[in-house]
Nanobody, 123 residues
């Protein structure tokens, strides 16, 4: 099982970044996927998720309207487009696979995780 996240970096407030998460086909094409983040000294928190059917997406209120999740099935890649970034978005971002029928926002609903990519937003 492999999930490889990339695309993090340092960006000024108001800027944009796009994170990518490459997964093996067996994981990617047959499961809903999600993004979480963890800031220093804080618990890992839900960012958003994409369902398997119709690619419906759901987001945390803190990122709604600024972040967009998408998936490219041909490339087995999950994306997180982040716009209008704020200093409070600074965190390590993780992609993960969600188990069927589990709550979209709960950490325990996700069983396989990527290694994380650092996003730092300067003010």
């Amino acid at each position: 099982v492999q999930l490889q996240a990339s695309g993090g970096g340092l960006v000024q407030a108001g800027g944009s970044l796009r994170l990518s998460c490459v997964a093996s086909e067996r994981i990617f094409n047959n499961y809903p996927m999600g993004w979480f983040r963890q800031a220093p000294g804080k618990e890992r928190e839900f960012v958003g998720t994409i369902d398997l059917n119709y690619d419906n997406t759901y987001y945390a209120d803190s990122v709604k309207g600024r972040f967009t999740i998408s998936r490219d099935r041909g490339r087995n890649t999950l994306y997180l487009q982040m716009n209008s970034l704020k200093p409070e978005d600074t965190a390590v971002y993780y992609c993960a696979r969600r188990r069927f029928g589990r709550d979209r926002e709960s950490l325990g609903s996700y069983d396989y995780w990527g290694q994380g990519t650092q996003v730092t937003v300067s003010s």
